[in-house]
């Protein structure tokens, strides 16, 4: 396994580059590696090196680079087979492979495209230029991930963004959410303020415990949940498709409002209303339990009467009709 101290090997962790851009280079020529780590460890980029095509699978199927710079002549499994495999899987469906060769010859150029690459460079290689087609075809792959992340993100209040709560994208949904966090003014909201004129950041309460997870290194998916005035609000934290980036989904969730309206609409008591409304949440008893202060046994007699009441047998078919009450579908 070749060692230096301007990459890191096909072992890195999953996480090595933090918010760096990411390159893969498969290349079987030592001095070819040397010389492009070093230049683009020196342009800021975060490297991890590959020395033949079996490798490079196994870096990808444990690190998704931002893109991968592939010699396309290499013993074994050559740069095309390399390319070819990688493109069966999904994740790097956006994944930018350049390759690099000296074959010029129009039907290796068309091959290269043809198994997947998006450009390529003749050897030898002039570093400059490999930094600016790295950087124009990281920048059009973002853009494209971009576009397909936030297509299904735009009938809910939805958010990306990085570890320190910098937004990249929020949709209208979730402007209006946001601005009923905190007060913009407190030092509770400092993360939101303290940029200044920079692009805009979480507020305060979301930014810190964001920042508090990445800090621990804690599991996805992960909720933040607050309760105020009886007005519910919840983050849930999913993986962006661009790596060190996060998609929040925010929703709001009105407990008071809802119960009272299954009151007036079912004829039950304030208690039962409480039970529905958490059953139509997919809470189990001991959940149910918990949330409202009652034992679980106390909680079954009140679905005892609320199944009577609501002539109905089943918890299913009690949470349906609590749902459809609500509107929620």
């Known amino acids: 396994m070749l060692e230096h101290s301007a990459y890191r090997s096909e072992a890195a962790p999953p996480h090595f580059a933090g918010d760096r851009t990411a390159v893969l280079i498969v290349d079987d020529t030592p001095d070819n590696l040397a010389l492009l780590s070093d230049t683009l460890h020196a342009a800021g980029y975060a490297v991890l090196v590959a020395q033949n095509g079996e490798a ?7 690190v998704t680079p931002d893109v991968v710079l592939m010699d396309a002549m290499m013993p074994g499994m050559d740069g095309f087979e390399t390319c070819r495999q990688l493109k069966l899987d999904t994740r790097h ?3 930018p492979v350049i390759f690099m060769t000296a074959l010029v010859e129009s039907e ?3 091959k ?5 690459g998006i450009d390529y460079v003749t050897k030898p290689v002039k570093p400059a230029e ?13 853009a494209q991930q971009y576009a397909d992340a936030v297509l299904g993100l735009e ?3 939805a958010v990306i963004t990085t570890a320190d709560g910098l937004i990249r994208w929020k949709n209208p949904q979730a402007t209006r959410q946001l601005a009923r966090y905190g007060d913009a003014g407190s030092a509770d909201n400092r993360c939101a303020t303290e940029a200044g004129t920079s692009p805009a950041r979480l507020p305060g309460p979301l930014c810190q415990w964001l920042l508090l997870w990445t800090k621990e290194g804690g599991e996805l998916p992960v909720t933040y949940e607050s309760n105020e005035n009886g007005i519910r609000r919840t983050a849930r934290l999913t993986r962006s498709a661009v790596r060190g980036e996060w998609v929040m989904i925010l929703e709001e969730f009105d407990d008071v409002s809802e119960t009272v309206s299954l009151v007036s609409q079912f004829g039950i008591t304030t208690r039962e209303a409480e039970v ?3 059953l139509s949440r997919g809470k189990t008893n001991r959940d149910i339990g918990d949330i409202l202060d009652m034992a679980p046994r106390t909680v079954n007699k009140h679905l005892e009467h609320l199944f009577r009441k609501l002539h109905v047998e089943t918890r299913s078919a009690a949470a349906a009709l609590a749902i459809k009450a609500g ?3």
């Open 56 to 62: 490079a699978l196994k870096c990808l199927s444990r």
């Open 108 to 110: 290796h150029v068309v």
């Open 276 to 278: 529905l409304l958490w």
């Open 112 to 116: 290269g495209f043809h198994v997947g």
């Open 155 to 157: 009938t809910r209040a």
């Open 327 to 329: 509107g929620r579908h």
């Open 130 to 142: 490999v930094c600016a087609r790295i950087a124009a075809h990281v920048q059009r792959s973002r």
């Open 93 to 95: 469906a956006h994944l």
